[in-house]
């Protein structure tokens, strides 16, 4: 069994080499020594010299495009023929008080634009509202965290539109703002949309399957950390729910983009904020990456999530927040959740907890062996093999993260010859929460034809916490042979040592 900080050969040959030439000479030797050990301190985190050697170089602040508009600017341009200003709620709520001029694009009118083809519907649509493309197009919804004015935002970008804003507040801030609603429908005459569609910023479901996990790439869920987590009532637990995100996506909530009045925070808080977003602190998202933003998807049943009834607003909101902070690639995935979740063919990861996880292996358990593999699903340790050896969850075959993609055939070949992947699930554990190697290996996992991915989020810092017991192994193997560890623990909080 190697150990973390085994050398190749090559290097440990050169070093071999090194120490014996020193030999002749003790008082090299010892300044050799000194040498290493200084640098090895210089190099300690929080030293002058670890600071001055980054991971990876800090992204320069961007300059910020100009996609909002406050109700005073639009106030002095309403007689400005080249700006023209579209009311993105229902339309029952634009015939009530819209601002004045603004022509009503309903989300309910709007095409479902989900391919590159339907991109092509859009020049039509728009051009009989009298857009040509040319104009400086303000979109307006009920308040800012709303999405319809978000949704029209990427919908005219994708159309090919340059000059699109959205009114911050919306129709709430403008009457905040002492300004008068007007009635009535505005119509402009017909025009001729002169813009190419951009499909650049539209990402398909196949574009999201061939992309996640691939770097360069990020998937942002921006349904809310409750929707990422997928959680199931304790009834359902063993069964092959369809609730999770996408493998490898990470949940966003963009609720702190926002004032506490409602209104956007600066451009320059929201880039701060998002830099900071990571599968754990030590490593944030690269902010050169491409981003893949979803949410529920149009025609999602009602969610309760951070937009309240207005779910399907999450994704587009989502989009114009990060276009907003100055993130230069961004794509939204208008079919979202539903549009992933239908297709049973495609793989979805889910966190469990400790208590799920306890019950399902109690439901997997060998009678006459308890810590063997279980047999109704795969388990994985995917720490490092001598961890796996001095204590792990009963029945978890190791197969640390590096080697899981190459390796994962074999394991399954030798624990679970017989299992399906398209109905069977594969649930891997690491350290704690902020351990990244399981959400490598769930992507890992999918990409490899696992339907069902389960994370046990918490991992060994969890089933710990709750006096869940671990099991040795000799060998990098599943649990055989075994002993409690450590010997004659208690187990309070009801979980066993399978």
Partial sequence: MTGRNTVPPTHGRSAVTRTRGLRADPRAQILFLAVAVALALALLPGTALAQAW?????VPEPDYPDVTVTADWLARRLDTRDVVIIDARPAALYLTGHVP???SFPPELAPDVESPTELDRLPDVLGGLGLSGRERLVCCGEVSYSGEAAWLFW?????????VAVLDGGVVGWRAAGRELASGDVRRPRATWTREPDSEVLATREFVRRSFGEPGVEIIDARGPDAWRGHIERENWGTLARVGHVPHALPFDFTTFFAPDGTFLEPPETWSSFSKLGPRPANPIDLTDEFVIHGWGRGSDAHSGPWGEDAWGDGPLGYFLLRRAGIARVRFYPGGWRD??????LPIVRTVTAEELEHRLGKSRHWLRPNAPPRHFAFFDVRHPADHARGHIGGAASLRSDYFADSLDVRLEKYWPELDRASTPVVTYCY????IRSRA???AAARAGFVYV????GGLD???SLGGKLVESQGGGATSPHKENPPGAPAPGGLSSA
Avoid: K, M
């Fill in 441 to 443: 290996t769930s992507t």
């Fill in 462 to 464: 969890e089933w710990r």
């Fill in 454 to 457: 389960e994370r046990f989020y």
């Fill in 54 to 58: 980054p991971e990876r170089e800090p």
């Fill in 432 to 435: 704690g929460e902020h351990c």
């Fill in 101 to 103: 001029g603004a022509i």
């Fill in 155 to 163: 919908l005219l970008e994708a159309a090919g539109a340059r000059r």
């Fill in 340 to 345: 992933w979740a239908v297709d049973p063919y």
